[in-house]
């Protein structure tokens, strides 16, 4: 007898499966869903004591229980109960439960920090979070078991709606765990309480469904999917920040690089009091990866979180710097700049590198390379690279005005940083470089140091604008070396950033725009200005000491002769703060060469196993195909008969439905009976009458049976059976 709801009283009568039988089926996805929560858990929040398979047998054993009352006669008390029991521990708990709970948080803020480059302090008062993880899983077998009886995704929509908002805002890794908590999320789609036969379809679907996990990850495992993903970030930065223009530079995309290609497109305007040459620096880059240059991964920024956290307390900002450090002397000039974005990629605001306006600035950010897009209107000191220099000395020599001993201290840490982060390439840079120059023994002046990569960069680059540089997984500087050494800014912005480096000194890659000085010269005090994408410029920066991360031009057309002889008569005055001394320092970036199985050689599980699975359901599903072609071509067959040979046919049909239905009477029997001799038997006549009327009484037959079949039932003979 089948289950069914009394719809008077909406009590289920005609139970005929045992007590218990639905907890058995309802924990089919609880299985998977149990163990991806726990090993989700155990990812985010590291201060969880218990294992996660422990934490995840917990569960499924409460979550059997709850289904198991569930299926009896206080099912509807199960959940209000529950939730009574839980706010009663929470209570009686109290004090350690908030302890622990602000250990989740730390552990969430910890990784928010990492994904989002942002300081998120930490909450005092932390313990041992043993008291939540007992209260949550608790929560969630209540939640689980009611989805896993009802067979809706309903009660469990607070703890998809946590993954969710985890993994977007990077707290949740999308691994293994979080793979297996989706599977068990669909499959609680499925249905509620199901029997024996219902069970076997659905866990059936389950092995489908993992199965397919394992084979799509044995065809990925050794996959380069590097590209796949870039392209996708790529996609999603455009979508996000830019506005259809085409731009000129490639945002740190140097593989498969191609000519330049600079409109007349606006892209900015900015309005000066005082006109002056202007760089505005717009995606700032330390890391070089052989195929492009990047940002500081959000994991090594939160190791820095406590130095921002200090520095920014102290009022200091990588972006101000310099500006910080002009201010120091005496008669120093600030105006009023406005930038405001036509075009331009919209990530970013467009500081100038004597940008002062710190209290713009975002205090929670990790780094010194980002800033809130919505700034177009700030303040900027005068000047260039010489009076850069000026404030440098003035520091050095002490003949800075009051205040300087405390910006030195927060400088110096802040240059700690800097040191570790952008004097770094890869091996492969590193050896290129290496075969080339040789060693770079002793103590260098930054002077000599300039006129050396300057030296090279005459003799081993040429402009060319149409240069089209071939690199693909390679090292982009040896491609462009070894492919005639042509190129533009982004070319030369890049070998002037890795010639530093390789001589010690901190130096990183800059895209943005610059006003020339010749655009200055000719714009009114207050005009507004508006560079196109032909201003659209890559250059390098290197870091001068006490001042923070000047221009470093090098790009015939862009150099200007009063930058040229800068720190040639120096004295030494400042001792270490003039010079550099190559650390020979280079970082692995490329993953490590690691001994992969041959083609066909077993690793782990086998790839010839794997791909054995793989076929499993696959030539299941085939064989499903095959029958459905099957019913398809008969029921085809009668279509095109005669009106005879269709009666006939009709009627077998509809016998073979009644077979499977329990051979039920229903009031067309003796009629289509009656047709069906005088079609196979008589000489009298077959009408297309006849045949309309045969026709509708097996759609009869297919509709009585759908109402008495199962919906398992119904599921196994349409998709397996292939009988309608």
Same mark, same amino acid.
């Given at each position: 007898?089948?289950?069914?709801?009394?719809?008077?009283?909406?009590?289920?009568?005609?139970?005929?499966?045992?007590?218990?039988?639905?907890?058995?089926?309802?924990?089919?996805? #609880?299985?998977?869903?149990?163990?991806?929560t726990a090993l989700t858990a155990e990812w985010a929040f590291p201060c969880l004591t218990a294992p996660w398979w422990a934490a995840a047998a917990a569960g499924l054993l409460l979550s059997a229980a709850l289904l198991t009352l569930r299926d009896g006669r206080g099912r509807r008390w199960v959940m209000p109960a529950g939730l009574a029991a839980v706010l009663i521990l929470c209570l009686v708990s109290r004090g350690q439960a908030q302890a622990g709970l602000r250990s989740v948080i730390n552990d969430a803020l910890a990784k928010l920090t990492q994904a989002r480059g942002r300081i998120y302090l930490a909450r005092d008062g932390a313990g041992d979070p043993l008291t939540v993880q007992i209260l949550l899983?608790?929560?969630?077998?209540?939640?689980?078991?009611?989805?896993?009886?009802?067979?809706?995704?309903?009660?469990?929509?607070?703890?998809?709606?946590?993954?969710?908002?985890?993994? !977007?805002?990077?707290?949740?890794?999308?691994?293994?765990?979080?793979?297996?908590?989706?599977?068990?999320?669909?499959?609680?789609?499925?249905?509620?309480?199901?029997?024996?036969?219902?069970?076997?379809?659905?866990?059936?679907?389950?092995?489908?469904c993992v199965l397919a996990v394992l084979a799509t990850g044995l065809a990925v495992r050794n996959a380069d999917l590097s590209g796949m993903t870039s392209s996708v970030r790529e996609r999603m930065h455009a979508w996000r920040y830019d506005t259809g223009a085409a731009h000129a530079m490639p945002e740190g995309r140097l593989a498969g690089l191609g000519p330049l290609r600079a409109g007349e497109e606006p892209a900015l305007e900015v309005t000066m009091e005082r006109p002056q040459k202007l760089y505005l620096r717009g995606h700032?880059?330390?890391?070089?990866?052989?195929?492009?240059?990047?940002?500081?991964?959000?994991?090594?920024?939160?190791?820095? !979180?406590?130095?921002?956290?200090?520095?920014?307390?102290?009022?200091?900002?990588?972006?101000?710097?310099?500006? !910080?450090?002009?201010?120091?002397?005496?008669? !120093?000039?600030?105006?009023?700049?406005?930038?405001?974005?036509?075009?331009?990629?919209?990530?970013?605001?467009?500081?100038?590198?004597?940008?002062?306006?710190?209290?713009?600035?975002?205090?929670?950010?990790?780094?010194d390379t980002r800033a809130d897009?919505?700034?177009?209107?700030?303040?900027?000191?005068?000047?260039?690279?010489?009076?850069w220099y000026a404030a440098q000395y003035a520091l050095a020599s002490g003949e800075a005005s009051g205040g300087a001993e405390e910006y030195l201290t927060l400088e110096q840490g802040y240059r700690e940083y800097v040191t570790e982060k952008d004097v770094q390439m890869t091996q492969e840079c590193w050896n290129e470089l290496y075969r080339m120059l040789g060693d770079a023994p002793g103590r260098r002046s930054l002077y000599e140091i300039q006129q050396l990569v300057r030296d090279w960069i005459e003799q081993n680059l040429r402009y060319d604008e149409r240069a089209y540089t071939v690199s693909g997984d390679g090292d982009f500087l040896r491609a462009m070396l070894t492919g005639g050494g042509a190129g533009y800014s982004v070319h030369y912005a890049t070998a002037a950033a890795l010639l530093l480096r390789y001589y010690g000194v901190p130096a990183r890659y800059v895209e943005g725009y610059y006003l020339t000085p010749e655009q200055a010269s000719e714009a009114q005090a207050g005009q507004s200005v508006v560079l196109t994408e032909k201003n659209a410029h890559a250059w390098a920066e290197y870091y001068l000491n006490g001042v923070g991360f000047v221009p470093f031009e090098v790009t015939p057309g862009y150099v200007d002769p009063e930058d040229l002889?800068?720190?040639?008569?120096?004295?030494?005055?400042?001792?270490?703060?003039?010079?550099?001394?190559?650390?020979?320092?280079?970082?692995?970036?490329?993953?490590?060469?690691?001994?992969?199985?041959?083609?066909?050689?077993?690793?782990?599980?086998?790839?010839?196993?794997?791909?054995?699975?793989?076929?499993?359901?696959?030539?299941?599903?085939?064989? #499903?195909a095959r029958r459905r072609l099957m019913l398809r071509r008969a029921l085809r067959r009668i279509e095109r008969s005669d009106d005879r040979d269709?009666?006939?046919?009709?009627?077998?049909?509809?016998?073979? #439905?009644?077979?499977?239905?329990?051979?039920p009477e229903l009031p067309g029997d003796v009629e289509a009976a009656r047709l069906n001799l005088l079609a196979l038997f008589s000489t009298r006549e077959i009408t297309a009458g006849d045949r309309a009327e045969m026709d509708a009484y097996a759609a009869g037959v297919l509709a009585e049976c759908r109402k008495r079949w199962s919906f398992g039932r119904k599921l196994r003979l349409r998709l397996i059976d292939a009988v309608y």
């Open positions: 007898m089948d289950r069914r709801d009394d719809r008077l009283t909406g009590r289920r009568t005609g139970d005929a499966r045992p007590a218990g039988a639905g907890a058995l089926t309802g924990l089919i996805p #609880l299985v998977p869903l149990w163990a991806g899983t608790a929560l969630l077998s209540l939640l689980y078991s009611s989805a896993a009886e009802r067979g809706s995704l309903w009660p469990a929509l607070p703890a998809a709606l946590a993954l969710a908002a985890g993994t !977007a805002y990077g707290v949740i890794a999308v691994d293994s765990g979080w793979a297996l908590t989706v599977l068990g999320l669909l499959l609680l789609c499925g249905g509620g309480l199901r029997s024996g036969r219902q069970a076997v379809t659905r866990a059936a679907a389950a092995a489908v700032v880059y330390d890391v070089y990866t052989g195929s492009s240059w990047e940002s500081v991964p959000g994991a090594e920024l939160a190791e820095n !979180a406590g130095l921002f956290y200090w520095l920014h307390e102290g009022g200091f900002y990588g972006q101000s710097q310099t500006a !910080a450090a002009v201010g120091f002397l005496e008669g !120093a000039q600030a105006q009023a700049v406005t930038v405001r974005n036509l075009s331009a990629c919209r990530e970013n605001a467009y500081l100038p590198v004597a940008f002062a306006d710190s209290r713009l600035l975002d205090a929670s950010l990790i780094g897009p919505s700034v177009t209107e700030f303040t900027v000191f005068d000047g260039s690279v010489p009076d002889d800068l720190g040639s008569s120096q004295d030494g005055t400042g001792g270490d703060r003039f010079e550099y001394e190559s650390a020979m320092s280079y970082a692995q970036t490329e993953e490590p060469d690691v001994e992969k199985p041959e083609r066909g050689e077993r690793d782990g599980l086998g790839a010839r196993a794997l791909w054995a699975l793989l076929l499993i359901p696959l030539a299941a599903l085939a064989l #499903l269709a009666v006939a046919m009709r009627y077998g049909y509809a016998m073979a #439905l009644k077979a499977r239905c329990g051979d």
